[in-house]
Each structure stands twice: as structure tokens, then as C-alpha cells.
């Protein structure tokens, strides 16, 4: 997925995905890395996260929805956006 807002850019990654289904119930667990690309001090910067999702849907009407959504952040780097990526 990719979104521009205001000079912002974010681009998620979906690396891997699980749901378990239940009847109208559903959990999920979703590794992503997003690169969020913006303007601080003038300067363009880059933050790059890994983050894991754990979700809970439910279906209403043949309609799956978000009933719970967690984020954990494993990690993250900020750098202006024309350095090298840490080793």
C-alpha cells in the first residue's frame, strides 16, 4: 500500500500473514515493514519500522471487519533520507 499526504509518503509491506477462523470470529497476525518518507527541519527523512500486527475480526453480514487491532514495533531507524541504511 501507498499513500502520499502533504509531501508524505508511507509504503507498507506486507512480508507475512496468518488468520485462523472460527465462525464469525477471526484472529490474524501481520508482519509489515513500512518506509515513511517526510519533511523535518527542512530536510527530507526516512523511517523505516517492522511491525507486527495481531487482529481480531468479526463477520457481520458476509462482511469481515476489524473488531481489535494491536501493533507492536520490533524495530525502527531514522535517517535523513540520502545516508546509507545501517548494516
Known amino acids: 500500500m501507498n ?8 509504503k507498507l509491506d506486507d512480508r507475512q500473514s496468518t ?10 497476525e501481520s508482519y509489515t515493514i513500512a518506509h515513511h518518507v517526510f519533511n523535518e ?3 527530507r527523512e526516512i523511517m523505516v519500522a517492522w511491525l507486527l500486527y495481531l ?9 469481515w471487519y476489524f473488531a481489535e ?10 535517517r535523513p533520507l540520502d545516508a546509507p541504511a545501517s548494516a
Open 55 to 63: 487482529d481480531t475480526f468479526t463477520r457481520i453480514y458476509q462482511s
Open 19 to 28: 488468520v485462523n477462523l472460527d465462525g464469525d470470529r477471526a484472529t490474524g
Open 41 to 43: 527541519k527542512g530536510r
Open 69 to 78: 487491532r494491536n501493533l507492536s514495533l520490533d524495530w525502527s531507524e531514522t
Open 3 to 10: 499513500l502520499t499526504i502533504n509531501g508524505s509518503a508511507v
